[in-house]
């Protein structure tokens, strides 16, 4: 598990900021591909200011993305939907920053386990893939995750979310 | 290809380009795409609002429901650069493939892939040597039952409740 003591400035943003990291259902997360292409996925993010992180996970089933952090730590995470978020005319954040992964294929842990209960609190029909038996069976792998932590370097944000123009923006210091 | 790339971004009213900034970190904007069948690009913006380098982009297109399900989701590979801006094309991507993700190739699509995934799942554990590991359904579904009824902002970190 990542350490809890490392405090990065994500403190200092405004919270409307916050807002959008901590309450937005899915992000844009990109990642950079072997022949140099950014390519971006939807991802459930979970924001861990106290840690100064985000956590985000993969099956692998689909692990390009693990692939390419492996090769290319510098990610993004767009929060640019907010759908479901329940925030009325929230701002659109960017978050740059580098991403590593945890050791190992995990099936449970303790973060692991905060990324399935937001899942399953902003996805209730993700129950499908839990039962009956055949089904947990078939769909064994997607809990069968990669645990990424993406600490953020710059946050740009725009709190029109029109991106129309500039961002405002702040850069986070290098604690890691 | 085209003709995916056009049906591909007819049902959905923005996407999100991606790139590689200056300083080598990604970066993903909002577009609204217009689609030049004539030429066979993707009209982006006049302007974008960070920058990003010209050569291979992506253009992803998703959305989902207030509970996050009816996901759709499908990305367009290309190649992005700066038209001459009074042509009033300006940035535009030159599409060279189509990567189907949830939701927009049907439901057998939908059984293909994960179908697919699940041989790579297992094709990732013996590469490395690795027994399948074992799912704790018992904890799986005692999280279930603990989180039924509960909002979305119950889900989030204590600290982000706390604010």
């Known amino acids: 598990m990542e350490h809890r003591d490392d405090v990065s400035g994500v403190s200092a943003l405004p919270s409307e900021v916050h807002d959008v990291l901590g309450a937005f259902l899915c992000c844009e997360l990109a990642t950079v591909g072997r022949d140099g292409t950014a390519l971006a996925w939807p ?16 099956t692998i089933g689909f692990p390009v993305k693990a692939r390419n952090i492996e090769r290319q730590p510098k990610v993004s ?27 190992g294929v995990q099936t449970w842990g303790e973060d692991l386990a905060a990324h399935w209960r937001r899942v399953m609190t902003i996805q209730p029909v993700s129950s499908r893939f839990t039962r009956p038996a055949p089904v947990r069976w078939f769909m064994d792998w997607y809990f069968m995750r990669l645990v990424i932590y993406v600490r953020p370097r710059r946050v740009s944000w725009w709190p029109d979310r029109a991106m129309a123009g500039p961002p405002r923006q702040a850069e986070l210091p290098d604690v890691g | 290809m085209w003709a995916e790339v056009a049906a591909a971004l007819e049902t959905f009213d923005d996407a999100v380009l991606s790139a590689v900034g200056p300083d080598g970190y990604p970066v993903s904007v909002r577009v609204s795409p217009r689609l030049d069948a004539a030429d066979e690009l993707l009209l982006l913006a006049d302007e974008l609002p960070v920058p990003m380098a010209t050569g291979p982009a992506s253009v992803l297109c998703h959305s989902h429901d207030q509970q996050l399900w009816h996901l759709r989701s499908v990305l367009i590979r290309g190649v992005l650069s700066r038209d001459v801006p009074e042509s009033g094309r300006s940035w535009v991507l030159r599409p060279t493939a189509v990567v189907p993700g949830t939701g927009t190739a049907g439901p057998l699509g939908d059984a293909r ?36 009824g509960a909002r979305p902002a119950d889900s989030t970190s204590e600290a982000v409740r706390g604010r």
């Open chain 1, 43 to 58: 991802a459930v993010p979970l924001y861990l200011p106290e840690r100064g992180l985000l956590l985000l996970t993969t």
């Open chain 2, 113 to 148: 892939t994960f179908l697919a995934a699940r041989r790579r799942a297992g094709r990732y554990l013996a590469r490395r040597g690795l027994q399948r590991p074992v799912v704790p359904w018992a904890d799986v579904r005692a999280l279930r039952r603990s989180v039924r």
């Open chain 1, 77 to 103: 995470l767009l929060f640019s939907d907010a759908t479901g978020s329940g925030l009325v005319q929230p701002a659109a954040v960017l978050v740059q920053g580098e991403a590593r992964i945890a050791a």
